[in-house]
């Protein structure tokens, strides 16, 4: 079984769409992440979510907007998606937040690229 | 701040060679933890260690070592007798208990090449 889970794995779209990508993970963990990487590889993060409530926001454009429904999913919504935007997303989870020492997992991230 | 420095951008060996990955990393917090994740061509993250600040022991794991110095703020890990398998790329990175205690700092990265 899959503990992080994101799909879609493989996402082409074009300039000005809205997509979202999903996020689930079965650890049971309270606090859940999105990170973007970059071209060149570089990882950081978007958004954390600690019992469904937001503690992260980084300096991200409000085109991009987290959504958790629940402590297992954290969704991710992007409107006018721009040619930027193509990246590799990924989703994560922790039991609690790192800075007690907890482990983060990452999904298999989500490949989008804007065209 | 938190920062986590991983100088070599990439690293090309030949298959049974022994090769060193350096993490360099800045914080101003007491207990901070250190980890390093596995990225292989297909893709996903894969966690490899954790480490607390108090605890400086080696780890050996396998064919993986890590060594953990404060003195020098580094967090190396090692890899003996490298195999085509290893092929990746390897990030360092950084969580605080107080300060940044709400997401991992990555390092950029080291990509590792190991030729058959």
């Known amino acids: 079984d899959t503990a992080v889970s994101q799909t879609p794995k493989y996402l082409v779209t074009q300039m000005g769409n809205d997509k979202s990508i999903k996020c689930e993970q079965n650890l049971g963990h309270d606090t859940m992440y999105w990170y973007k990487q970059d071209s060149k590889k570089f990882l950081k993060i978007m958004f954390s979510?600690?019992?469904?409530?937001?503690?992260i926001n980084e300096t991200v454009p409000n085109r991009f907007s987290p959504k958790s429904p629940d402590k297992a999913h954290l969704n991710l919504h992007i409107n006018s998606l721009e040619l930027g935007d193509s990246a590799v997303y990924f989703c994560?989870?922790?039991?609690?937040?790192?800075?007690?020492?907890?482990?983060?997992?990452f999904g298999e991230g989500s490949w989008l690229t804007v065209v | 701040a938190q920062k986590v420095t991983q100088a070599q951008t990439e690293i090309s060996v030949v298959e049974k060679e022994d090769v060193t990955l350096d993490c360099v990393y800045e914080?101003?917090?007491?207990?901070?933890?250190l980890f390093w994740y596995k990225q292989p061509p297909s893709g996903e993250l894969v966690f490899l260690i954790r480490?607390?600040?108090?605890?400086?022991q080696n780890e050996i794991s396998g064919r993986y070592s890590w060594n953990f110095q404060k003195s020098t703020s580094s967090f190396n890990f090692t890899i003996t007798a490298s195999q085509v398998v290893d092929s990746a790329v390897y990030f360092c990175?950084?969580?605080?208990?107080?300060?940044?205690?709400?997401?991992?700092?990555f390092g950029s990265g080291t990509r590792l090449q190991v030729q058959p």
């Open positions: 994560a989870s922790s039991q609690a937040l790192p800075g007690n020492g907890n482990t983060i997992y």
């Open positions: 480490r607390n600040s108090f605890d400086e």
């Open positions: 914080t101003r917090d007491t207990t901070y933890y």
């Open positions: 990175a950084l969580s605080e208990a107080y300060t940044g205690r709400r997401a991992l700092t």
């Open positions: 979510y600690n019992n469904k409530e937001l503690i």
